[in-house]
């Protein structure tokens, strides 16, 4: 006996047929709308799986190029930062060659000299470059100016005050590249090679190691003078000896016959003649330029042979003073303030005066640019012969730091253009994995074309059908 079917039986299966079709044409027009082939999970899980996945990796590809801009802008920026910068050392090389020059008045070395304090200044502020907020040149301390001038001692230094670390920016799979150059690589690398002196006082550097970094003025200082036995022949220390200039033991030479005054190595001095106003203030030096001044009003025409004594104090900060050893070969000095050690030969001392001691090698760009226009602003240097010693001594240091910013700069250089590379690297690979995102997740439009045609047709057809079934059955129940 056959199962007899229900009329409500066929009518849900028409009910069926119609609700499936008009889901699966709604999910194609769906499709069509969205361009997407996969609308939830459930269409194609395993495609949704690797699509997250591919995302994923599209995110992490997406952050890094975002690090890598910010990378870029800092890197380029400091190179250009450092380009500037080796513009302005090369312009400050030339005039320290101009004041090189000795035809040159005091007065036009002093306009050199106000050249470079410009040129100095405007190099200090490139080493501060900031931008928002981030300075380029403090390391990885980028909330610190990278450095600070101070006035110590009367003279202005440049203090780094950022720390020597580098930062790190993580390029994808390529590994990790440097983005910033230290400022106290560009400008205040130190490679020391030892320390000199320069001084026509007649001191020298000890034997013992000396410790310290960029400069350091020594003034040595003439206290009283002791002259046992010149008042025998009348003669007397002018002003007591209070301008006196010259240290340490001097023979005195008083020559009545050749009408001269000599002291130490000094070259001889014609004594006045009876009634000159000079008589009163004789002035006479010994070979490092230390004056002793001499009152002759009373003089008796006697010969006088001996020693005279100049008593003396050293400095190393400008304002404390310790008593000059004559007999020591290794004086230590210490600067509390910079922490420079310093051991001094004053053996050879025979006036009072400045001197000045650098760190060779260990001198940054802006102390070398200070003691340069220090230089050129003192007449004395020029008189006393040492404006070339200490110009050419600062412009090998010029020179040192102007090495220092052009590798800064091929250094930034070379990261730029690896950054440049990782960041088109990364943008490939972003592409591919929308690709490979697009081929599991887009819809193929010719064939949502035929699905829809094909959904339409077999709706048209189940309800053409289930018309057929209701008709038939309807006519059953009128008959």
Do not use: C
């Amino acid at each position: 006996m056959s199962p007899r079917v229900s009329t409500n039986t066929g009518f849900r299966q028409v009910l069926n047929g119609i609700t499936f079709n008009q889901l699966r044409l709604v999910r194609t027009q769906n499709q069509a709308s969205t361009g997407k082939r996969v609308l939830q999970p459930s269409d194609d899980p395993a495609a949704m799986s690797r699509t997250i996945q591919l995302m994923q990796r599209s995110a992490q590809a997406q952050r890094a190029m975002s690090g890598i801009v910010l990378g870029l802008s800092d890197s380029n920026l400091g190179a250009s930062t450092l380009e500037d910068a080796s513009g302005m050392i090369a312009d400050a090389r030339v005039l320290v060659l101009q004041g090189l020059n000795g035809t040159l008045s005091d007065e036009d070395r002093e306009a050199i000299a106000s050249q470079i304090e410009l040129i100095r200044e405007q190099l200090l502020d490139a080493a501060n470059f900031q931008i928002d907020g981030r300075h380029l040149f403090s390391g990885t301390a980028t909330d610190k100016q990278a450095f600070e001038e101070l006035s110590i001692g009367g003279h202005l230094r440049a203090v780094y005050r950022g720390n020597h670390d580098t930062k790190y920016l993580r390029i994808g799979s390529e590994g990790e590249v440097s983005t910033n150059v230290p400022g106290s690589r560009v400008f205040a690398h130190a490679n020391p090679s030892g320390a000199s002196l320069s001084s026509k006082t007649g001191l020298e550097l000890g034997s013992s190691a000396h410790s310290g970094s960029g400069f350091e003025h020594l003034v040595l200082r003439h206290d009283s003078t002791s002259a046992p036995g010149l008042a025998a022949a009348g003669i007397a220390l002018a002003a007591g000896g209070a301008d006196d200039t010259f240290l340490g033991d001097q023979a005195l030479v008083v020559d009545p016959v050749a009408g001269t005054i000599t002291l130490g190595d000094g070259d001889p001095v014609a004594i006045p003649g009876p009634g000159s106003a000079a008589l009163v203030d004789l002035q006479v030096a010994n070979g490092s330029g230390g004056t002793i001044h001499l009152d002759l009003s009373g003089w008796s025409s006697a010969a006088f042979n001996g020693t005279v004594s100049g008593a003396g104090s050293i400095s190393i900060d400008g304002s404390t003073f310790e008593p000059i050893d004559f007999a020591s070969a290794d004086q230590q000095i210490v600067h509390a303030a910079t922490g420079a050690i310093v051991n001094l030969d004053m053996t050879g001392v025979e006036s009072a005066g400045e001197a000045l001691l650098s760190f060779d090698g260990a001198v940054n760009v802006f102390d070398a640019l200070q003691i340069i226009a220090e230089t050129l602003k003192d007449p004395n240097a020029n008189e006393d012969g040492l404006l070339a010693e200490r110009l050419n001594r600062m412009l090998d240091e010029l020179d040192r730091g102007h090495s220092d910013v052009l590798e800064g700069m091929g250094k930034l250089g070379a990261q730029s253009s690896r950054m440049n590379n990782a960041n088109s690297n990364l943008g490939d690979l972003d592409v591919r994995i929308k690709g490979l995102v697009s081929d599991r997740m887009d819809a193929d439009y010719s064939e949502i074309a035929i699905d829809l045609a094909k959904g339409q047709l077999s709706l048209q057809a189940v309800m053409a059908v289930g018309s057929r079934i209701l008709e038939t059955s309807f006519v059953r129940f009128l008959s």
